[in-house]
């Protein structure tokens, strides 16, 4: 039996999906300012992010609701473990911790997984496709940034086992379409992936925090060097 699913996913978090792109640390992404401090974190949080909705899904592989959209080639900790040994060196594991929004956020995953495993349905659909969609523009722009040199430090964006992106998610939303739910589920599979995207929006806005202080802490010195050679330009003789 056909459902609405996809389409009512996509119209359903229209909204939300706008406020998240409006939040200033993907603002300033999009537009080219990152920095390896902020993107770091960024790969740390997602890290534990995806380890939580990896083993979730796996948990519940043979939920009926989980079942049709269960593709193991969308799991990113592989990728994720690789980007952090980049940035982090060989004992990442041990130097990285999450935000308190991604604590937040993983804590919710882990829960509906208990009780209401459909549900992680909003959750994988909220990052996995948007990972798909935009991956490769924003793996362009954090390259460009970051000024790296090879093809280290972005393997999360990249998906070696889907050969093509456009096919894949007409495959997945036609997964979500197949998935046996009832209207009411339907509703609450929404109202889910609205969730999952405030707490992603709300783990953002902690790294933009930090994209502040650190600009801040930057205008300061570069402050603190200009006078220092005002001062030295005044004192030298004439």
């Not at 978090?13 to 998240?20: D, G, L, Q, V």
């Not at 990249?158 to 509703?187: C, E, G, W």
């Not at 405030?198 to 930090?210: G, Q």
Request: proline share 3%; hydrophobic share 40%.
């Amino acid at each position: 039996m056909v459902n609405t699913l996809a389409n009512e996913l996509r119209e359903g978090t229209t909204k939300s999906h706008s406020m998240a792109e409006n939040v200033s640390f993907v603002k300033s992404f999009l537009g080219g300012v990152v920095d390896k401090k902020s993107y770091s974190q960024l790969v740390a949080n997602l890290y534990f992010v995806y380890c939580a909705i990896e083993d979730e899904l796996f948990c519940n592989k043979d939920h009926p609701v989980i079942k049709p959209i269960y593709f193991t080639e969308l799991n990113r900790k592989i990728s994720l473990s690789e980007d952090l040994s980049y940035y982090y060196g060989s004992d990442w594991l041990n130097l990285i911790k999450p935000s308190p929004a991604t604590k937040i956020y993983v804590e919710r995953i882990h829960s509906i997984g208990c009780k209401q495993p459909e549900l992680l349905v909003a959750h994988a659909y909220t990052r996995y496709l948007g990972d798909l969609s935009g991956g490769q523009i924003l793996k362009k722009i954090a390259r460009g940034a970051m000024n790296l040199s090879d093809e280290r430090g972005t393997k999360f964006y990249d998906f070696d086992q889907i050969q093509d992106d456009t096919v894949f998610k007409d495959k997945y939303r036609a997964a979500l379409n197949m998935i046996p739910v009832s209207d009411h589920q339907i509703q609450n599979i929404v109202s889910e992936a609205n969730i999952s995207f405030t707490l992603n929006m709300k783990m953002f806005e902690e790294l933009n925090s930090s994209t502040l202080k650190i600009i801040t802490l930057l205008i300061a010195n570069t402050i603190q060097k200009l006078k220092a050679k005002y001062k030295t330009t005044l004192a030298a003789p004439h």
